[in-house]
């Protein structure tokens, strides 16, 4: 079955701290991958995509993902985490070619302590 | 651009009601999309539209449900009659490919969001 699994509901850093957000999934064809944060009453911003390539992709406000295939997974980091980072983050996977789908993962809320 | 737009922003309702909300995808976009977002089920696709025309509509919970594209501005989502369990809020979001190479996937472009309460 396709999915993805976010396995920090929650996670909590000091200001200045790095930052690692899980994200793994299971999905049958090429997967194209994404991450979205969502500040608190907003809708969802994309902060990195990835297609093909560089394993490594830059995104903004200094973040950045690695895709590994071998673990299925598509690692979310920051190495200096600002207080106007807390806010939840969802990691996403889309088919490469027919259906537009994304499956989503449940989120990962990220506190940020001053 | 103004970016995906949705009215309203909060809806409260009593049950039995019926609410319409509304989308206006950005300009020259071919997908939309409308999600539902709670926090026991986390974000739900409902239904797609490509070109106007309903692609998918399998994550649409019951005939209270349905959604419709007149145009390629604007969509609508409708309960009816709505229940306290749908209670959420709902997203909608569009994507274009015109003019893309093949090998590109072009991201989903979300809206605000309308906060739903049905008493």
């Known amino acids: 079955a396709q999915s993805v699994t976010q396995p920090d509901i929650h996670i909590t850093v000091s200001e200045g701290a790095s930052l690692e957000l899980r994200c793994n999934y299971s999905?049958?064809?090429?997967?194209?991958l994404f991450w979205y944060v969502q500040s608190p009453g907003q809708g969802l911003q994309l902060l990195l995509k990835?297609?093909?390539?560089?394993?490594l992709v830059q995104g903004i406000k200094g973040f950045e993902a690695e895709f590994k295939r071998s673990q299925s997974s598509f690692n979310l980091r920051k190495p200096s985490v600002h207080w106007s980072d807390a806010a939840e983050y969802f990691c996403?996977?889309?088919?490469?070619?027919?259906?537009?789908?994304?499956?989503f993962g449940t989120g990962t809320r990220l506190k940020v302590l001053a | 651009d103004a970016g995906v737009i949705q009215s309203p922003r909060h809806e409260v309702t009593e049950m039995g009601q019926e609410v319409t909300l509304r989308c206006k995808p950005i300009?020259?976009?071919?997908?939309l999309f409308w999600y539902r977002q709670t926090m026991m089920r986390g974000l739900e696709l409902l239904i797609y539209f490509n070109n106007n025309v309903p692609i998918d509509d399998s994550g649409m919970p019951e005939d209270r449900f349905s959604a419709k594209m007149p145009n390629a501005s604007f969509s609508t989502l409708k309960i009816q009659p709505s229940e306290p369990r749908d209670s959420a809020v709902y997203f909608c979001?569009?994507?274009?490919?015109?003019?893309?190479?093949?090998?590109?996937?072009?991201?989903?472009?979300f809206g605000p969001g309308t906060r739903l309460t049905v008493l």
């Open positions: 990835y297609f093909s390539g560089d394993t």
């Open positions: 979001a569009s994507r274009g490919t015109s003019g893309r190479p093949a090998y590109s996937y072009n991201e989903q472009f």
């Open positions: 300009s020259g976009h071919d997908y």
């Open positions: 996403a996977v889309g088919a490469a070619t027919g259906t537009y789908k994304y499956i």
């Open positions: 999905y049958g064809a090429t997967p194209y």
